[in-house]
């Protein structure tokens, strides 16, 4: 098996939603069927970018066969998504114990602690992978989708903590709430250095007066039955990949391999690490008690039906 990686850099600067509809979602269906391989996509979004990098583990032939096809969609859908730069990068193997790691894997080796911390994330990143894709064509607008991301980063937090299989794992159970979201907004504006702390402060008080109608617009999202069910779906495959951490002794603690494959999940919907540090203002003040209050009142608004 070989990790192989094909960049795809579009020339509008606005074509990352199109690249993912008209390229990586026929890719994704394409490889659904085989066996062992792992395709997942991460768009580079600091800076602001439309360039998407797609990841994909298999055979070499497997790998040959799904470039050519991605450069054949390229071609066939250059009206919608424009002139794209293809670039691919050369296949890697995961090296023996004791020799160097090839510099495409150091930082997904680092984040997620080890090969096997990089197994394990590759298996949520193709659930959250797919899930963009179905989300890119449900809410096209990024401002409906990012109620959809406010949400699935407090599933994550949720999950982690209180999941039915965070008993297992104590540092599940100990990390507040609190410190969580804290940790969670530090890694997302901490590129603004010496600054961070005043940006996280601004950025606190500047979103407190949308609280509410922000919540309004999640719970109508979260009313919809295809979004509970992918919600459902990434909660559990959180849950799944903590527990499976913590067998395998990834050297990570669980909040920051839950704040890792969010993050990425939210990648992979189209926003970057700032937008994401204000999706998580939102789901910190988020609880299980305000969507049944919600979806409460909204059932209850309904005409009842005899």
């Not at 890697?92 to 997620?112: D, S, T």
């Not at 109508?220 to 799944?240: G, P």
Request: one cysteine or more.
């Amino acid at each position: 098996m070989l990790w192989s990686m094909l960049t795809l850099e579009p020339d509008r600067e606005e074509a990352g939603d199109d690249i993912v509809r008209h390229i990586i979602g026929p890719l994704s269906s394409q490889l659904r069927a085989g066996e062992g391989d792992r395709f997942r996509f991460v768009r580079r979004l600091e800076p602001v970018s439309p360039v998407v990098d797609l990841h994909l583990r298999a055979p070499e032939h497997v790998i040959e066969r799904t470039w050519k096809f991605a450069r054949a969609l390229a071609d066939e859908n250059v009206a919608t998504v424009g002139a794209v730069k293809i670039t691919q990068s050369p296949g890697v193997v995961y090296p023996p114990p004791g020799e160097p790691v090839p510099e495409l894997l150091e930082a997904p080796l680092a984040y997620f602690g080890g090969f096997k911390g990089l197994e394990l994330a590759a298996e949520i990143s193709e659930l959250s992978s797919t899930l963009a894709l179905w989300a890119v064509n449900r809410f096209p607008s990024p401002n409906m989708r990012s109620m959809l991301g406010a949400l699935l980063l407090f599933d994550t937090g949720h999950a982690m903590m209180r999941g039915p299989r965070s008993s297992v794992w104590a540092d599940r159970r100990t990390t507040s709430w609190d410190y969580f979201w804290d940790a969670h907004l530090r890694t997302c504006v901490g590129a603004a250095g010496p600054h961070a702390t005043q940006v996280r402060t601004t950025m606190m008080a500047q979103i407190a007066p949308r609280v509410v109608p922000v919540h309004r617009i999640m719970a109508a999202l979260a009313a919809e039955t295809a979004v509970e069910v992918w919600r459902k779906r990434w909660a559990r495959a959180v849950d799944e990949y903590l527990y499976r951490a913590d067998k395998q002794r990834i050297s990570r603690s669980a909040q920051q391999l839950a704040t890792r494959v969010s993050q990425l999940a939210l990648n992979r919907l189209g926003f970057p690490y700032r937008e994401q540090a204000i999706l998580g203002l939102y789901a910190r003040a988020w609880s299980k008690d305000i969507e049944s209050q919600y979806l409460g009142e909204d059932r209850s608004s309904q005409p009842s039906k005899r």
